[in-house]
């Protein structure tokens, strides 16, 4: 099973993009989530996780986020390998939406205009089950 709950705040606006072939949105973004401990000075620290959104719910997410809005985000860890400019294998790992819901801060829009968008095309679908593939996506 590979379900992941966070809570955080996004470090920057969503990058929202398509895919090249089928002109899929998808969009991205980084949430800082606070560790449930302090550290040994007594602060605070965070993990920094990206979050990767697919189809309306892309489009809503750049639309509607921007830069310290909170978030609670539920999706699936993904670890993806790739070759870097030298040609050195690496891995990065992100999570994969199923459902983002905002939180308080950052930008304000209408319940009635958040709820009027989300209806115009299915926000729940993060193309889990579409045949995308790794080359298309765009980052």
Known sequence: MNIIVLVG???????LRYTPAE???VASFTIAVDRPFTNQKGEQEADFIRVVTWRKQA??????LSKGRQ?????????????DREGIRRKSAE????????????????EEE????????DAG??????????????F
Do not use: H
């Open 9 to 15: 705040r996004l470090v920057e606006d969503p990058e």
């Open 23 to 25: 002109g899929v949105p």
């Open 59 to 64: 489009e809503n997410c750049a639309s509607y």
């Open 71 to 83: 978030v609670a985000v539920e999706g699936s860890l993904q670890i993806r390998s790739f070759d």
């Open 95 to 110: 999570v994969v939406a199923r459902r983002v819901q905002f939180l308080g801060g950052g930008r304000r829009e209408s």
């Open 114 to 121: 958040f709820k009027r968008n989300l209806d115009q095309g």
């Open 125 to 138: 679908d993060t193309g889990g089950d579409s045949e995308i593939q790794d080359d298309e996506v765009p």
